[in-house]
């Protein structure tokens, strides 16, 4: 049987937000115990950085020269996360810490081309912090023919087996940049998990807040909540083939823009971006065995009061935040890494056929050794 060691997820999601940083004690398999976290947020030099990492992915070929702003980006946000370690480690007190899961920064998803890129060095993280690192979770399952997201959905199952209430079918949607749901069937014990990218989540509707105002999201929907939605617009983002493909599928972040919007005032957009996400996410019932119970809502969107008011009036069943679940809502993905981390040391699964629609059960990561203190 594993044994349960003491491992940091380290998450920065394509919001470009930030670092969440969690603890975790788990075996891989079970929740053992969940520890500190924290938010480091992104100085507007990294934000920058970062997107112009983005821009410039785009433009390369795979296995074409790294240009200078993406290897000066990655080494910038790697000194970055491990300076997150360290800040984890001193506010936690816990210094036997065994692994790190460092998934890095999604600059690039195209899994038809079978490739995913995520920057950040494993190996100089591992040497920066004295603390063995698993990184590169994604790309062993788009190699193998997966989409390689959402890799989340066995941390959720896990955190839903051990609720009292409300009993499953649930929903757990993730609304990152990316929304995702993981849809947890009533048979538990067979991991009946299924999972899929709905659509844009955040990264629209904050791109276009950027623009527009100059802040860098739309808090608690304030914006959205003085707009009207545009249903002309609505229905022209929607009228997309991605909505209606079955599962398996996963999308970059990039993939919705706001050029449908660009016409409108700056609260309309808003509020036409906001109901796009809802909609999106509602649409995902379609491709459900059976109708859920009810639906956790976690990650940035779950602050968004416009969208979680469009979420409750679309969905019709009970609409609860992570928090109501009694789990850490900003930490969730970060403690996800964590727990994935110590299944790819462990050479368990990380990704399913009805996750990511992989052939097989994959693992995945690369293990990086701190290097020994010299004597």
């Known amino acids: 049987m594993p044994k349960a060691v003491k491992a940091i997820g380290l998450m920065s999601g394509t919001s470009l937000d930030g670092i969440d940083a969690a603890l975790l004690v788990t075996d891989g398999e079970t929740v053992v115990r969940r520890g500190a976290a924290l938010t480091v947020p992104y100085d507007v030099q990294t934000r920058i950085m970062l997107h112009a990492a983005l821009e410039e992915a785009r433009n390369v070929a795979e296995g074409a020269p790294v240009p200078y702003a993406i290897r000066d980006a990655e080494r910038h946000i790697t000194l970055a996360h491990a300076e997150a370690v360290r800040e984890l480690i001193r506010k936690s007190g816990e210094t036997d810490v065994d692994l790190i899961g460092f998934h890095g920064q999604t600059i690039l998803h195209r899994p038809a081309r079978r490739w995913t890129w995520q920057i950040g060095d494993g190996a100089l993280l591992a040497s920066l912090t004295g603390i063995d690192v698993v990184n590169d979770f994604r790309s062993a399952d788009v190699k193998a023919g997966g989409q390689g997201a959402p890799l989340v959905p066995l941390y959720h199952a896990a955190l839903v087996k051990m609720l009292a209430k ?30 899929f990218d709905t659509g844009p989540g ?64 700056p609260a309309d957009g808003a509020a036409t971006l906001t109901a796009f996400t809802a909609v999106a996410l509602t649409r995902a019932r379609d491709h459900f065995p059976e109708p859920a119970n009810a639906w956790i809502i976690c990650g940035g969107g779950r602050h968004n009061g416009a969208l979680m008011a469009q979420l409750r009036s679309r969905l019709n069943v009970p609409v609860m935040t992570a928090e109501d679940a009694g789990w850490a809502g900003d930490f969730i993905e970060a403690e996800a890494f964590a727990f994935l981390a110590v299944r790819s040391a462990n050479g368990l699964s990380l990704s399913l056929p009805s996750t990511t629609g992989v052939a097989m059960p994959m693992t995945g990561g690369r293990f990086h050794r701190a290097p020994k203190p010299s004597l």
Do not use: Q
């Not at 499953?168 to 749901?181: C, K, T």
């Not at 304030?222 to 939605?229: N, S």
């Open 202 to 265: 955040n990264a629209p509707i904050d791109d276009w807040v950027r623009t527009h105002t100059g802040e860098m999201l739309d808090k608690d929907g304030a914006l959205a909540r003085t707009g009207h939605i545009d249903v002309t617009a609505l229905a022209a983002m929607l009228d997309n083939p991605f909505f209606a493909a079955p599962p398996p599928k996963s999308l970059d972040r990039m993939d919705f823009g706001t050029k449908a919007v660009a016409h409108l005032s």
């Open 166 to 195: 409300p009993k499953p079918p649930l929903v757990v949607a993730n609304i990152g940049g990316v929304a995702n749901i993981t849809y947890v069937g009533a048979d538990i014990a067979g991991e009946r998990v299924l999972a």
